[in-house]
């Protein structure tokens, strides 16, 4: 088979990215610009802020790409975008922007679901085995997903409130800790010791998670210790907060694993950036014997290098969108949009 060039946009949040990604696999080039610091201003994003940026700079990011994979937009095979879920007025962007190049150029055009793209990450360098067991944790998601196949997917468990990487974000946001707040906890935490009492999170039979206990929680004791005129030792705090949300998802991981049977496990989305995390769950895979996936750091948090690698397998099932494609802002990973024809 020839080898497939697709140009693939990434505007769901707060990083515009534009990629060009040979054959799923290989990164030809990325240009991203990373609106974090106008965020940390504000502590965390501001959408209307958010879609200005993208407006503002995608057409300069698609250029820096192209320039940068010293090729143009004719000699691509297909542009793929990002549609879900995420922000809406940033997804639109990206939509918008990869309809007009699909539409002056002639281009086929594929809508990635952002989820799908995280998981796909994993590609780039590497490839994903099957049945595979995928941990998504990122600032909008906490997923357990179980894929016989490529293009097969059974949730098994969700976050039944917010996300891990909401969390952290909260926990740093309670602590004074700068905007995105996973690297800023991460880094405190290594400077800490387990000094304070967490509470157990969810442990029930499901393969779900809860965090909305532990920011609570979190944010209790450091208002009564503020009260008290008591000093909170934040790297303590942070080192606590992250030993007890990677236990809640170590638990429900071993348990998949054990259940299933599975040997293979992929992790994805910003949070698997914690090296702690990754740790702690490659200590576990071992254990059991499992191969365990997690894509480079730089393909952890969004980029559209990984929203190229999941449009090559859409590409390959002939998986193509028409001109009415919309963003939306919570579509969920569907089996459909995925699967081969
Ligand atoms: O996947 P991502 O870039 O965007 C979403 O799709 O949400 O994930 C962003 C999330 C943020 O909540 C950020 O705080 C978290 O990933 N994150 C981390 C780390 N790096 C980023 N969380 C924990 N430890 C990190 N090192
Ligand atoms: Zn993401």
């Given at each position: 088979?020839?080898?497939?060039?697709i140009l693939a946009i990434e505007s769901?949040?707060?990083e515009t990215s534009v990629s060009i990604v040979?054959?799923?696999?290989?990164d030809i080039a990325t240009a991203t610009n990373t609106q974090?610091?106008?965020?940390?201003?504000?502590?965390?994003?501001?959408?209307?802020?958010?879609?200005?940026l993208h407006?503002e700079n995608i057409t300069l990011v698609i250029e820096e790409c192209l320039k940068k994979a010293n090729m143009t937009v004719?000699?691509v095979?297909?542009?793929?975008v990002?549609?879900?879920?995420?922000?809406?007025?940033?997804?639109?962007?990206g939509?918008?922007a990869a309809?007009?190049l699909?539409?002056?150029?002639?281009?086929?055009?594929?809508?990635?679901?952002?989820?799908?793209?995280?998981?796909?990450?994993?590609?780039?360098?590497?490839?994903?085995?099957?049945?595979?067991?995928?941990?998504?944790?990122?600032?909008?998601?906490?997923?357990?997903?179980?894929?016989?196949?490529?293009?097969?997917?059974?949730?098994?468990?969700?976050?039944?409130?917010?996300?891990?990487?909401?969390?952290?974000?909260?926990?740093?946001?309670?602590?004074?800790?700068?905007?995105?707040?996973?690297?800023?906890?991460?880094?405190?935490?290594?400077?800490?010791?387990?000094?304070?009492?967490?509470?157990?999170?969810?442990?029930?039979?499901?393969?779900?998670?809860?965090?909305?206990?532990?920011?609570?929680?979190?944010?209790?004791?450091?208002?009564?210790?503020?009260?008290?005129?008591?000093?909170?030792?934040?790297?303590?705090?942070?080192?606590?907060?992250?030993?007890?949300?990677?236990?809640?998802?170590?638990?429900?991981?071993?348990?998949?694993?054990?259940?299933?049977?599975?040997?293979?496990?992929?992790?994805?989305?910003?949070?698997?950036?914690?090296?702690?995390?990754?740790?702690?769950?490659?200590?576990?895979?071992?254990?059991?014997?499992?191969?365990?996936?997690?894509?480079?750091?730089r393909y952890?948090?969004d980029n559209a290098t990984m929203i190229g690698?999941?449009?090559?397998?859409?590409?390959?099932?002939?998986?193509?969108?028409?001109?009415?494609?919309?963003?939306?802002?919570?579509?969920?990973?569907?089996?459909?949009?995925?699967?081969?024809?």
């Amino acid at each position: 088979m020839k080898d497939v060039y697709i140009l693939a946009i990434e505007s769901s949040c707060d990083e515009t990215s534009v990629s060009i990604v040979k054959n799923g696999c290989e990164d030809i080039a990325t240009a991203t610009n990373t609106q974090i610091d106008v965020h940390t201003i504000y502590g965390g994003v501001v959408p209307e802020v958010a879609s200005r940026l993208h407006l503002e700079n995608i057409t300069l990011v698609i250029e820096e790409c192209l320039k940068k994979a010293n090729m143009t937009v004719d000699e691509v095979d297909a542009i793929a975008v990002t549609y879900s879920p995420g922000l809406l007025g940033s997804l639109l962007v990206g939509v918008e922007a990869a309809k007009a190049l699909a539409l002056c150029y002639n281009k086929p055009l594929i809508k990635v679901n952002h989820m799908m793209g995280h998981i796909c990450g994993n590609n780039i360098g590497q490839t994903l085995e099957y049945p595979l067991l995928s941990l998504v944790i990122s600032g909008g998601h906490t997923d357990l997903i179980y894929m016989k196949e490529e293009g097969s997917f059974e949730y098994l468990g969700s976050t039944l409130d917010d996300a891990i990487g909401e969390c952290f974000d909260k926990i740093a946001r309670i602590l004074g800790m700068p905007y995105p707040g996973g690297p800023s906890i991460e880094k405190a935490a290594r400077e800490g010791k387990d000094a304070y009492t967490m509470p157990k999170l969810l442990d029930d039979e499901t393969y779900n998670f809860s965090f909305s206990g532990i920011k609570s929680h979190v944010n209790n004791m450091v208002h009564n210790a503020h009260q008290r005129g008591e000093e909170i030792n934040k790297n303590d705090m942070a080192h606590s907060f992250q030993n007890c949300v990677t236990d809640a998802l170590l638990s429900k991981c071993e348990k998949a694993v054990i259940n299933l049977g599975v040997k293979n496990f992929a992790v994805a989305g910003g949070v698997a950036a914690n090296k702690f995390i990754r740790g702690a769950l490659n200590d576990m895979c071992e254990r059991h014997d499992v191969k365990m996936f997690v894509p480079e750091f730089r393909y952890c948090t969004d980029n559209a290098t990984m929203i190229g690698a999941a449009a090559y397998i859409l590409y390959r099932a002939n998986k193509f969108s028409d001109f009415s494609i919309n963003a939306s802002s919570h579509e969920e990973l569907d089996v459909t949009d995925f699967s081969k024809n």
